[in-house]
């Protein structure tokens, strides 16, 4: 009964347990994390050694530090659009978002895209050659694009 009782517990654990990596390059060892996502909360490197919280994902939105106040919201994600702070104007998009790839400010154009992102590896600009790599993914959180384009762009 106790052995039953300790699987269902780690069951559990294991279930419940939605953490997203983002490695430096196409690394995958510890000393390659750039940033660990957490229930939301996003840390500087590996978040089991490292409590330094650079941002709060919330409704949408992504806030500075532990905050979730509306005067430290980075960025707000509606649609396929990234609006700078609060803001749902036009002239405060910083990127949009289409077929799996992050352009600059309200256009679609392939001379302003600075991210590509595609299977688990997030590319720079407008490519997929391994050697433009910026950051490989892993953890089955499904984060959106618009929400990883925050974190890891050029903005």
Not at 10 to 28: C, H, N
Not at 83 to 91: E, V
């Given at each position: 009964m106790k052995q039953f009782l300790l699987f269902i517990s780690?069951?559990?654990?294991?279930?419940?347990?939605?953490?997203?990596?983002?490695?430096?390059?196409?690394?995958?060892f510890d000393s390659d994390i750039a940033f660990t996502i957490d229930n939301g909360t996003v840390y500087h490197g590996d978040n089991r050694f490292s409590p330094v919280i650079y941002y709060t994902i919330a409704d949408n939105k992504v806030y500075l530090g532990r905050s979730t106040s509306t005067f430290d919201c980075l960025y707000t994600v509606k649609g396929n659009k990234v609006?700078?702070?609060?803001?749902?104007?036009?002239?405060d998009i910083i990127y949009t978002i289409d077929n799996g790839k992050v352009y600059r400010g309200n256009s679609t154009f392939s001379t302003e895209c600075v991210l590509t992102i595609e299977d688990d590896a997030i590319y720079m600009g407008d490519s997929n050659f391994s050697s433009d790599i910026l950051f490989t993914k892993t953890g089955d959180d499904p984060l959106s694009i618009a929400l990883l384009a925050c974190i890891v762009g050029p903005y």
């Open positions: 780690l069951f559990i654990a294991i279930a419940g347990f939605t953490q997203v990596k983002l490695y430096r390059g196409d690394g995958k609006y700078k702070g609060d803001s749902n104007f036009s002239s």
